[in-house]
Nanobody
């Protein structure tokens, strides 16, 4: 049974920072790409960032480039999302996901395991 458990969400003022963590178990973590997605109320779940199995390649949606950083620690089976200069439009539930492949992907269908989500709320 694969489990992904996110933590680190919360309420922060605009311009602030949060660091999300996602701890994985039940799968050989280091063999697979990982991703972060988010979903705001009334909107579809959207891609935020992804990272390949070794951490040597990352990809970001345009709206978070230069503000968010995805990283992973394969020894700890954990992927992180450092979020700086947060904006009210970043408010959403954030989900980590484990890919079917070793690469960094933007495509939701390529992710077969998902966490339960952690809420990020940015006040103006």
């Amino acid at each position: 049974q694969v489990q992904l458990v996110e933590s680190g969400g919360g309420l922060v003022q605009a311009g602030g920072s949060l660091r999300l963590s996602c701890a994985a178990s039940g799968r050989t973590f280091r063999f697979y790409g990982m991703g972060w997605f988010r979903q705001a109320p009334g909107k579809e779940r959207e891609f935020v960032a992804s990272i390949n199995l070794s951490g040597t390649f990352t990809d970001y949606t345009d709206s978070v480039k230069g503000r968010f950083t995805i990283s992973r620690d394969n020894a700890k089976n954990t992927v992180y999302l450092q979020m700086n200069n947060l904006k009210p439009e970043d408010t959403a539930a954030y989900y980590c996901a484990s890919s079917l492949t070793s690469g960094a992907s933007r495509s939701r269908p390529l992710y077969n395991y998902w966490g339960q989500g952690t809420q990020v709320t940015v006040s103006s």
